[in-house]
């Protein structure tokens, strides 16, 4: 579906009032800040506990996800699991989310297929990641993929030459003021999806681990145990 006119982004749909992450997700039900919502079955919000010490942001739901109405339940998300306990990472201590909360996909057939956001659908959504942030206080913030990189990082950032290194938050986003959090690490790696595709599954996923036993590391040190 082609547009006219440029996305009117989220921010207007999102109440001043808002004191909880279930707030939120009752207010993006009715988000209409792009053209995705047309298509898409529903808007697909995190979850997780709002004292979690582990963020993920990934980057759009998917097929099952749209129709479930919940981010990372389909094949990424299971392998996304995977990796968390083989990480060490109490799932218990985890929020997960997405950077575009609505699916984007190409009818082919019967059959939607996958289709990246765009910038404009990134920036559109961005005001939903910030005001999730608002309310959490994460230890780690873990980047899943080009997309939250470019939503949450800046469109520079290449998680091929960056994953698995720690990296300061809110100082390391692309906008720091926007993200009003008590300072903790940031820490880049694959989409999940991307262990998927690989032709070495096995190696694409040791990697994926290796890079969330980092931040496993450093939830464990003393410095950041609560």
Known sequence: MVRSEPPVGAQE???SEARTLD???SAAAGCRGCELYQDATQTVFGRGAAHARVVFVGEQPGDVEDQRGLPFVGPAGRLLREAVDDADIDPADVYITNAVKHFRFE???KRRIHQNPGPAHIAACRPWLVAEFALLKPEIVVVLGATAAKALLGPQFRVTRSRGQLMPWPASAQHPEDFPVAQCQALATIHPSA????DDRDAAYRGLVDDLR???GALHSPATRR
């Open 13 to 15: 749909f999102i109440p």
């Open 23 to 25: 707030a939120l997700k």
């Open 107 to 109: 009818l082919r057939g």
């Open 195 to 198: 262990v998927l595709r690989a």
């Open 214 to 216: 980092v931040a496993s």
